[in-house]
């Protein structure tokens, strides 16, 4: 398993930018599927995006397609989600999971580690 500590998390006006990263310990990253989900207060983690080990494959939710990119660097063992023309409703709080396969994974249950979550606000 992979060590993951997420930042960049805050508070931001709609319309506005942030850029999280997720800085992971442990030989095995590039080889490990990486992920976003989030988690608003009253709801279930949701999907957001999801990156194959080598960068080439991306996935993400209708919810935030055209807005969010999530990349990574293998050299310095960290992904980040890109997060542009933020809305009220991208408030929760982010989190990124690692997935020990090569194949995308899309649900919770798919991912064995996880970081201990950042928050994002949004306000209108």
């Known amino acids: 398993q992979v060590q993951l500590v997420e930042s960049g998390g805050g508070l931001v006006q709609a319309g506005g930018s942030l850029r999280l990263s997720c800085a992971a310990s442990?030989?095995?990253?590039?080889?490990?599927?990486m992920g976003w989900f989030r988690q608003a207060p009253g709801k279930e983690r949701e999907f957001v995006a999801v990156?194959?080990?080598?960068?080439?494959?991306?996935s993400y939710a209708d919810s935030v397609k055209d807005r969010f990119t999530i990349s990574r660097d293998n050299v310095k063992n960290t992904v980040y989600l890109q997060m542009n023309s933020l809305k009220p409703e991208d408030t929760a709080v982010y989190y990124c999971?690692?997935?020990?396969?090569?194949?995308?994974?899309?649900?919770?249950?798919?991912?064995?580690?996880w970081g201990q979550g950042t928050q994002v606000t949004v306000s209108s």
């Open positions: 999971a690692a997935r020990q396969s090569y194949g995308l994974g899309y649900a919770s249950a798919d991912f064995g580690s």
């Open positions: 442990g030989r095995t990253f590039s080889s490990n599927v």
């Open positions: 990156i194959s080990w080598r960068g080439e494959i991306t």
